[in-house]
């Protein structure tokens, strides 16, 4: 039953592998977060292609662990393993990419938290954190790469929640605030780069089944898009450079969140009510 649901609210999309060659050819492509779900999995479609991959991110081992299982492939993929969040980590970064002349980037590197404002009181560092890498750090990041991106006539694509467009959640204020900012910075961007000649694009996914959702119990049984269905949307961002993909249900999700929006709050009020007893 949750196959079927799945494949009605996430239908799949047939990539055109000859065009995605096209477009990549010997180009340069920057992931940010390529060791684990989404990133790693674009890593892989992307190897069958003749281009350059810079994968970032924490974990050095599963990195290289990518770069060995795909040494035979097309690609060369070249390594740089960095806390995002920590600025030193990403001028270092940013520094190791001015050898490159970089032509697509990907920001997918990303942190979620599900906590109660509750249970939040002594934690402001989560607040900061995921505003490091979900805000802060491709800020910076575009930044050091606009010029490179207005002179290859480049491509930015940012990897964003379906849930920015949407009435908000209880317990997800750090995440959907921090990717909020971003989607919002970019919105404003967006034209000034336009002309410069920088497409920019955004994929606004639903669930993905990554470890990103795994401690969330509530999604264990949720409908969710695969991650390589994830990957095939950025792909065909990359093909067709349309300023993004949102789920087909989007625009009725936003007409609901603005009719409903104080039905959604009685909503999650009573269900918080239920679910905690009182407590948060
Ligand atoms: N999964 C979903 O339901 C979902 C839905 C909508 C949007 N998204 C977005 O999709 C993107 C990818 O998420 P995912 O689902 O693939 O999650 P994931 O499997 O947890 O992957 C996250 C990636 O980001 C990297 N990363 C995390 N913290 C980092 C840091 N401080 N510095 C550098 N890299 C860091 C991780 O690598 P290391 O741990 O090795 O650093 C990993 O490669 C995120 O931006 C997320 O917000 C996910």
Not at 97 to 122: E, F, H, P, W
Not at 160 to 187: E, I, M
Not at 193 to 200: E, F, Y
Not at 246 to 262: D, E, H, V, Y
């Amino acid at each position: 039953m949750i196959g079927i649901i799945e494949s009605i609210l996430f239908p799949r999309v047939k990539i055109n592998k000859a065009l995605l060659a096209d477009k990549l050819q010997k180009k340069t492509i920057v992931i940010t977060g390529g060791s684990f779900g989404i990133g790693e999995q674009l890593c892989c479609q992307l190897s069958e292609i003749d281009c350059h991959l810079i994968l970032v991110a924490r974990t050095k081992e599963k990195l290289q662990q990518i770069q060995q299982e795909l040494q035979n492939k097309p690609a060369t993929i070249h390594l740089f393993s960095a806390d995002l969040s920590d600025e030193l980590q990403l001028d270092q970064f940013i520094l190791y990419l001015q050898k490159y002349t970089v032509d697509i980037v990907i920001n997918n590197a990303g942190k979620s938290i599900c906590r109660s404002t509750m249970k939040s009181l002594d934690r402001f560092h989560d607040f900061q954190r995921t505003m490091q890498l979900n805000y802060f750090a491709p800020v910076k990041l575009c930044f050091a790469l606009i010029p490179q991106l207005i002179n290859n006539k480049g491509h930015f694509i940012n990897v964003s929640a379906v849930n920015v467009l949407l009435a908000p959640t209880a317990y997800w204020a750090a995440y959907q605030a921090s990717k909020a900012a971003f989607d919002q910075w970019l919105r404003c961007a967006e034209a000034e780069l336009l002309i410069k000649g920088v497409t920019v694009s955004t994929a606004y996914l639903p669930l993905v089944k990554t470890r990103m959702i795994e401690p969330t119990q509530a999604y264990q049984y949720a409908p969710t898009m695969s991650r390589e269905q994830a990957a095939d949307h950025i792909c065909q961002l990359i093909i067709d450079q349309k300023a993004s993909y949102k789920p087909w249900w989007t625009l009725s999700g936003q007409l609901l969140s603005i009719l409903f929006a104080r039905s959604w709050v009685k909503l999650m009020q009573s269900y918080l009510k239920n679910k905690s007893n009182g407590r948060d």
